[in-house]
């Protein structure tokens, strides 16, 4: 045997040990499955819900929205400010709200691996949660708007003028 063949003999097995280390490293990184702690609503993900904290690529829209939402959430605290009961379940709705909306979001893009879904994702989360936002002015503006006569579901909307 030559000597160039047996520095390569030699040099052979250091390149599979560091393989190999680098395929446990991998695997061990990739095996970490979320556990029940992990699905529970974390700050990070309520300020997901937060333009002023996460910057979005349709920002002017999301701020748009979000200042609507505001603004119809306190028009019913105002006109409902007497009803202690209803204010805390309008209240407690909207924070369950806000958790609902940031988990839908991350069960749509579950990795947090900046590249998973591609460069579009910011807009794509921007997008969807524009639409949770919308759908949540629709359900509070019937507390504002009232529902039509003869609706027996009004609950505690007061019925249209």
């Not at 309520?46 to 748009?64: A, E, G, H, I, M």
């Not at 028009?75 to 409902?80: A, E, G, M």
């Not at 921007?126 to 759908?135: D, K, M, S, V, Y």
Request: proline letters at 4%; aromatic letters at 12%.
């Amino acid at each position: 045997m030559n000597k160039r063949n047996f520095n390569l003999f030699l040099f052979l097995p250091t390149i599979c040990i560091v393989f190999f280390i680098c395929i446990i490293i991998t695997a061990s990184y990739k095996s970490n499955a979320k556990t029940i702690e992990d699905l529970e609503v974390k700050n990070e993900e309520r300020d997901f819900l937060n333009p002023s904290v996460r910057q979005y690529p349709c920002d002017d829209n999301l701020k748009t929205e979000f200042y609507a939402l505001d603004s119809i959430f306190d028009q019913i605290l105002k006109r409902h400010k007497e009803d202690v009961a209803f204010i805390k379940k309008i209240k407690m709705s909207q924070e369950l709200w806000n958790k609902s909306a940031a988990a839908n979001i991350a069960a749509i893009f579950p990795s947090d691996e900046p590249l998973e879904y591609g460069s579009s994702k910011d807009l794509c989360q921007c997008t969807f949660l524009i639409n949770e936002i919308r759908a949540r002015k629709l359900f509070l503006n019937t507390w504002i708007e009232g529902v039509p006569e003869g609706d027996v579901c009004r609950g505690s909307r007061e019925l249209r003028k």
